[in-house]
């Protein structure tokens, strides 16, 4: 089993920034991908930022320019990198990452518990 904790999440202002982070621990073999989802109150989640194995990454429209994914392959960990946050950003944050465990040949896909974001005056 893989466990994801996050944490950074809180209330800020609009334009302010917050870093959230995101650590996988168990009978990990590899990471392949590892992405933030967010869900703001009566929508759907969606896809924030993802990185792969590699270090190829992509963003939702809505934050390029302003959010960062990172990885750090040795520790197992991501973070994003919130700037100019808007009150539209204002959602609970998801960690997710697939993984290949220890003993199987196949993925494993993993969430957070989540973090809450918010971006009010």
């Known amino acids: 089993q893989v466990q994801l904790v996050e944490s950074g999440g809180g209330l800020v202002q609009p334009g302010g920034s917050l870093r959230l982070s995101c650590a996988a621990s168990g009978s990990i073999l590899s990471i392949r991908t590892m992405a933030w989802y967010r869900q703001a109150p009566g929508k759907q989640r969606e896809l924030v930022a993802v990185i792969a194995n590699g270090g190829s990454i992509n963003y939702a429209d809505s934050v390029k320019g302003r959010f960062t994914i990172s990885r750090d392959n040795a520790k197992n960990t991501v973070a994003l990198q919130m700037n100019s946050l808007k009150p539209e950003d204002t959602a609970v944050y998801y960690c997710?990452?697939?993984?290949?465990?220890?003993?199987?040949?196949?993925?494993?896909?993993?969430w957070g518990q989540g973090t809450q974001v918010t971006v009010s005056s």
């Open positions: 997710h990452v697939r993984s290949v465990v220890v003993g199987t040949r196949s993925d494993f896909l993993s």
